[in-house]
């Protein structure tokens, strides 16, 4: 497996399919910034986030790097089931009171995107007990869609194409070469933990996963928690693999999950 997504490598090395391999460090990077809303108040939870609950999120700021209306200027954005066929996000949740975890996955054919990937899939039936609905959307074709729900495996149902990178340009998600390999948000790939989860996930990982479309390879990805047309909690990535802390989307979800 190319572990291509590593902040040192030249060139856009994810194209090719075999690189040497590397050995994890013992150290971990330092976490990042974190945007969530100030409206995270509630109860002690109970049922399936009963555990998850903290005082503080890793890290806080504001929503207001969106504007309220983002669901708003999300909904007519056309994106692709697994099979095919095309969806307005507008009708991928209940837009009044519905709450929906939107994982935006950089694209299909990033080892970094199936690690998450995996780690969505295990906290499904979480979601689904809380009446949380689960949507991922990579960058890239159906096809590209399919190859990672296949291998991985990964719910088809819950799995979206989005091979202009529409949702991602009306989120403002960090896009280019430098953000792709240079960040140093990327080196916590590099610890054992997630080293040990990505060469798990990508167990029966292909390079041809890849959007055909190359400049899609430069795109980052990002995590949002709705409400219905609510933004609760927003986190951009600020490089490959810098993925927000599942701990912190339970948070929110405990908080607002519907009874």
Known sequence: ??????????TLQSLKPSLPSISPPSSHAPSLMLLTSSKLTGPSPTGPFALTRRHNLSARASTSHYTPTV??????????????????????????????????LRHFGCPCCWELASALKEAKARFDSAGVKLIAVGVGGPSKARMLAERLPFPVDCLYADPDRKAYNVLDLYYGFGRTFFNPASAKVLSKSRFDALRNATKNYTIEATPDDRSGVLQQGGMFVFKGKELLYARKDEGTGDHAPLDDI??????????
């Open 250 to 259: 339970f948070e929110v979800c405990c908080c607002n999950a519907i009874a």
């Open 1 to 10: 497996m190319a572990l291509s997504f590593l902040p040192s490598t030249p």
């Open 71 to 104: 669901a708003e200027e999300l909904a007519d954005v056309t994106i692709f089931t697994a099979s095919g066929d095309p969806v307005a996000f507008k009708d991928l949740w209940d837009q009044n009171q519905g709450i929906a975890v939107v994982a935006l």
